[in-house]
């Protein structure tokens, strides 16, 4: 199993802004995945991180609004760049591994 | 394509009380994972069950159970003698190995006391 931790848990923020959401895994997972849950909402991806380039992003989502990091096996960014409160979201990093799905404790965005 | 369909938006129950969560899906996959997952009020993914195409075996743990059926594409989920604590939305999610989770809507759970 894999074990997610990230960070911040909850932020508010202002408009215009960035805030960078940092997941790291405590092993080597496959895929690391990025998602926004908004108010109410189901779980929207929004990019698989590939480690050592650059992310694939699902339609409606750019790499300019999220850029995404992942440097190694076990470590990811998120940004989300220019804020509006249409950004208010939970944001939740997931883990892949052997085909199980781990998942972060989320980050709760509120833009004002 | 994928898809979850968890055509119940909210069940509210009184606790002690049997509900089944129902999730139909989508593929053409032949081997594929399903997953349950609970979200409290907190925001947190709880993982409940991983079961892969080939096993069709129905589990037990608890006061869960899951009913996976590949005739209908469905895979449900049962709570036994409700609890408080179970009031969460409940998500469905289906993914082929490596691909990234297609979730259903999702199902508000409300147990009173």
């Known amino acids: 199993s894999a074990v997610i931790s990230q960070k911040p848990s909850r932020d508010i923020c202002q408009r215009g802004t960035s805030l960078t959401i940092q997941c790291q895994v405590d092993?080597?997972?496959?895929?690391m995945f990025w998602y926004r849950q908004q108010p109410g909402q189901s779980l929207t991806l929004i990019a698989t991180?590939?480690?050592?380039?650059?992310?694939?992003?699902e339609s409606g989502f750019v790499i300019d609004k999220f850029p995404i990091s992942r440097p190694n096996l076990t470590f990811s960014t998120l940004t989300v760049s220019n804020m509006s409160p249409e950004d208010s979201s939970i944001y939740l990093c997931?883990?892949?591994?052997?085909?199980?799905?781990?998942f972060g404790q989320g980050t709760r965005l509120t833009v004002v | 394509a994928q898809k979850v369909t968890q055509a119940q938006t909210e069940i509210s129950v009184v606790e002690k009380e049997d509900v089944t969560l129902d999730c139909v899906y989508e593929?053409?996959?032949?081997?594929?994972?399903l997953f349950w997952y609970k979200q409290p009020p907190s925001g947190e993914l709880v993982f409940l069950i991983r079961?892969?195409?080939?096993?069709?075996q129905n589990e037990i743990s608890g006061r869960y159970s899951w009913n996976f059926q590949k005739s209908t594409s469905s895979f449900n989920f049962t709570i036994t003698a409700s609890q408080v604590v179970d009031s969460a939305v409940y998500f469905c999610?289906?993914?082929?190995?490596?691909?990234?989770?297609?979730f259903g809507t999702g199902t508000r759970l409300l147990v009173s006391p």
């Open positions: 997931s883990g892949h591994l052997d085909a199980e799905a781990f």
């Open positions: 092993s080597q997972v496959t895929m």
């Open positions: 991180a590939n480690q050592g380039s650059e992310a694939t992003y």
């Open positions: 593929t053409r996959d032949t081997t594929y994972y």
């Open positions: 079961r892969n195409s080939f096993d069709e």
């Open positions: 999610a289906l993914n082929t190995g490596f691909q990234k989770l297609v």
